[in-house]
């Protein structure tokens, strides 16, 4: 059985850093792209980062230069560092993973239940 863990979040000022991270436990057989989405009040979701399998990352213009998304594949985790937080970063962050169990099984993808970053003064 495979479990998820979102962690991270809170609430900073402008121009601090957060760290946001997302682990997978149990039988996975592969993971193919690890992802970041964010919603703001009364906005749609939107993907904030991205990383496949590959290692090629791919941000949001909004997020570019002060988000760094990384997976570490021995641990199945997934960390989003996100620095000179601005005020229009606060947002509920999700965690999404596209996966696959086993080699027989088609490709999963999970949700995370969100965690709140909130930056103000």
């Known amino acids: 059985q495979v479990q998820f863990v979102e962690s991270g979040g809170g609430s900073v000022q402008p121009g601090g850093s957060l760290r946001l991270s997302c682990a997978a436990s149990g039988s996975i057989f592969e993971i193919y792209s690890m992802n970041w989405y964010r919603q703001a009040p009364g906005k749609q979701r939107e993907l904030v980062a991205s990383?496949?399998?590959?290692?090629?990352?791919n941000y949001a213009d909004s997020v570019q230069g002060r988000f760094y998304i990384s997976r570490d594949n021995s641990k199945n985790t997934v960390y989003l560092q996100m620095n000179s937080l601005k005020p229009e970063d606060t947002a509920v962050y999700y965690c999404?993973?596209?996966?696959?169990?086993?080699?027989?099984?088609?490709?999963?993808?999970?949700w995370g239940q969100g965690t709140q970053v909130t930056v103000s003064s």
């Open positions: 999404n993973i596209v996966y696959r169990l086993n080699r027989w099984a088609g490709v999963s993808v999970y």
């Open positions: 990383i496949p399998s590959g290692g090629t990352t």
